[in-house]
């Protein structure tokens, strides 16, 4: 079965988004995979490889885009920090349609680690803990499931989509 509904990887920088994203995407013969962070404007890349923190107010129009990204019929799996609450509704708003979330989540040191090994991405090892502090993890009424970072690729991915075959029938109360 295609999946045809709308889904968000989400969590703090270095958690695996991307690779997560693309995997499930292939593994549930979605078409569209959106890596959110080529939605940012540049404004949002240049603050951050500076270092600095981006704000409520910095990324709404990010969140927009998201959200706009995943509008339609057809399966759809963006990359998406979406840290609050409030970010989540404002992208399943945005598109339209319900918006399931798989939060990838794992210990501080886990993603120090992954972070410090990176190459050649905007966002530098000191915003870590700034995501972590702006990070709230979804709550029991949203539509969501934890993914735990340390098990393999593999296993993170059928998890995530067993969980969305599963619960196609079944929507958040919003």
């Not at 959106?34 to 951050?48: R, S």
């Not at 502090?133 to 979804?138: D, F, G, H, R």
Request: with cysteine.
């Amino acid at each position: 079965m295609t999946f045809q509904g709308a889904c968000v990887v989400m969590g703090v920088t270095c958690c695996g988004k991307t690779s997560v994203g693309e995997a499930l995407a292939e593994k549930l013969d979605v078409k569209w995979f959106v890596e959110g962070d080529k939605l940012h404007p540049k404004a949002n890349i240049a603050k951050m490889s500076a270092g600095i923190p981006l704000t409520d107010t910095d990324r709404w129009p990010w969140l927009e885009e998201v959200g706009k990204a995943l509008a339609g019929t057809e399966g759809k799996i963006a990359s998406c920090s979406a840290l609050k609450r409030s970010y989540r509704e404002h992208i399943a708003k945005a598109a339209g349609r319900p918006v399931a979330f798989v939060f990838l989540d794992g210990s501080r040191d886990v993603l120090q680690e992954r972070i410090n090994a990176r190459k050649n991405h905007f966002m530098p090892p000191s915003l870590l803990d700034s995501q972590l502090k702006t990070l709230e993890p979804p709550a029991a009424d949203e539509w969501s499931l934890r993914v735990d970072i340390a098990l393999p690729l593999t296993e993170q991915v059928l998890e995530a989509a067993d969980w969305l075959e599963a619960g196609l029938e079944f929507y958040p109360p919003w």
